[in-house]
């Protein structure tokens, strides 16, 4: 699920190319605010760079809770601001209202981490952080781990 339509042609083709068969696979456009799923319908739910570019994290949490089957789990890479004080800190901030611009959304001061661990994942939250030095340097650092309902 993405709220750019664009990402539809990508994700389809990642799916190709991991082995998925088409009948098995369904882009859906939409907002991590409002996902269009049942209550406790889904095993995972799965989340790579996105976190950073939706209105309102709070919510796509909960939204993320909600279609959780329990026992389910909510695995996540994101990236995160940088740390407060710093040099790097500082550039995310002032780059940050131009990312939101080009980049859909993207927020380069966001501390997902924290709104993840806050949550209230019933079975708790595990959350790592890496050094990740492949991707761009405006988007880091990052947090990865999984949550349980």
Known sequence: MDPNQKMEKYACEAAREAGLKPENF???QGVGEAIPLDDNSVDAVISTLVLCSVPDVKQ???????VLKPGGIFLFIEHVAAEDGTFFRHVQNVLDPLQQVVADGCHLTRNTGLY????????GAEINTPAMYSFPWII???VYGVAYK
């Open 140 to 142: 880091r650092p990052h």
């Open 116 to 123: 993840i661990a806050g949550a209230g994942f019933s079975g």
């Open 26 to 28: 369904r882009f859906m």
């Open 60 to 66: 796509t949490l909960q939204e993320i809770k909600r």
